[in-house]
């Protein structure tokens, strides 16, 4: 060998190069999942789950695909709409005061609670 080491000696020190890489690689991956289990805690004290029943009288978000002529001073919610049917992954199914049900089920993020 070029090194001046034999044979047995550079396969013990190329194994032992091997066992430390996966030891550092044991390591980080610790270090990755302790990481994102501190970003998910983080995140989750400031979540505020919404919970709807039937009964409830909501506001729904005004799409921002609509154009409005009146700019900044367009309104940001439209309703007040009744909860006819929540369902359990946070979608809800809306009538309109009329008892008119609006004609597609509507996430619980772009609804908030109407106090009247």
């Known amino acids: 060998m070029e090194l001046g080491l ?13 066992n430390l890489i996966e030891g550092k690689r044991l390591a980080a991956m610790s270090h990755g999942r302790l990481y994102q289990s501190r970003v998910k805690n983080a995140f989750d004290k400031r979540v505020h789950p919404r919970k709807f029943s039937e009964g409830d009288l909501v506001l729904k978000k005004v799409s921002q695909v609509q154009k409005d002529h009146r700019g900044k001073w367009a309104p940001n919610y439209e309703g007040s709409f009744i909860v006819k049917k929540a369902f359990s992954g946070g979608a809800s199914l809306l009538t309109n005061m009329d008892d008119k049900e609006l004609p597609l089920l509507v996430n619980s993020d772009i609804v908030k609670r109407y106090y009247a």
């Open 6 to 18: 034999e044979e047995s000696e550079w396969s013990q020190a190329r194994f032992d190069q091997l």
